[in-house]
């Protein structure tokens, strides 16, 4: 995103404006200093996708893993960071750049995390419990709203879950982005990629 300080040392200030996947991801890190595998490429992936460099990522994941020393970072984490950014890996991974960020479809229906995991959709694979006070955490405490998500997550529509989460911390700015016409009607169109979320709150809040 243009404008945005991008960099390890920002991550944190960064987190207010990524959906509610990314948030758990983000929270889970720093009280762990730690994540397993597909929960690291996740948010390696969503990392890159909003510019994050490989430089900074790096840099990023060795400083949030305070607990384990250089010796074993470079032995069994770096190299798949720089796989994600496909600095190493065979030839098409490099020629690609690596992988794609994951979009919301791929994290909704893969891979659904186990015990002790934090990769995968809150609003699909946490109990209704535990997606309240994460809710809260992140600042919905609307009942009406919180009741929406209910319903949403109960009817298998997590995307609108999501969205509704989205519009309701970005109502102010949504109001006056559609009264000015800053955002086209294209670019309110429905949030189907975290990155998209993360890139839509940013600009919203940074008018
Ligand atoms: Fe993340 Fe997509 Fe789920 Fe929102 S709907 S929390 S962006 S995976």
Redesign the pocket.
Known sequence: VEGAEISARNIDNLAQHF????Q?LHNTLRRDCHLKHYGRLQYTLFLKGIGLNLEECLIFWRTAFKKISDDTFNKEYRYNVRHAYGDVGGDANRRSGGYSP???QK??TEHAPGPGEAH?????HFSMDNLTTLLRSAGVSDRAVLQGIQEDKESQK??M???R??EYLHKTELKRAKEEGIFTAVQLET????N??FKRSYLLKNM
Not at 120 to 124: A, E, I, N
Not at 191 to 194: D, F, G
Request: proline share 11%; glycine share 4%; aromatic share 18%.
């Open positions: 959906p509610l996947c990314m758990h994951f979009s919301c994290i909704l995968g959709c809150p609003f699909r997590y995307h879950a999501c969205n989460v989205f949030i189907v990629h975290p998209e979320y």
